[in-house]
């Protein structure tokens, strides 16, 4: 069964970037369309990008579009988010997860998503 690791967040200045990965134990991660997603207090869980296994095409919401990038590192059994432009909107705890069966036109639909992490917290400041 595969189990997922969220790592790289922290506190970053307006304007500033974060790596995210997120690392898969128990399976091979190629195989998985992976989501990332976040979440802030208060808020529901809203996607940020995805990237599928079939054809690695990545999907992002538009509040993130031209700011993350999406990618595998299959030397690692991971996925990477790579965040620039950091506002104080970002701050969120963010959750990487894989679908069983995915449905391309509900990407951003989390309830869609079976495995998921324990989250990393994300915290930017104007």
């Known amino acids: 069964q595969l189990q997922l690791e969220e790592s790289g967040g922290g506190l970053v200045q307006s304007g500033g970037s974060l790596r995210l990965s997120c690392v898969g134990s128990?399976?091979?991660?190629?195989?998985?369309?992976i989501g990332w997603f976040r979440q802030a207090p208060g808020k529901e869980r809203e996607a940020v990008a995805c990237i599928s296994s079939s054809d690695e095409r990545t999907y992002y919401a538009d509040s993130v579009k031209g700011r993350f990038t999406i990618s595998r590192d299959n030397a690692k059994n991971a996925v990477v988010l790579q965040m620039d432009s950091l506002s104080p909107e970002d701050t969120s705890v963010y959750y990487c997860?894989?679908?069983?069966?995915?449905?391309?036109?509900?990407?951003?639909?989390?309830?869609?998503?079976?495995?998921w992490g324990q989250g990393t917290q994300v915290t930017v400041f104007s």
């Open positions: 997860a894989a679908p069983l069966n995915w449905i391309q036109s509900r990407w951003f639909d989390s309830s869609d998503y079976d495995y």
């Open positions: 128990g399976a091979t991660m190629k195989i998985y369309t």
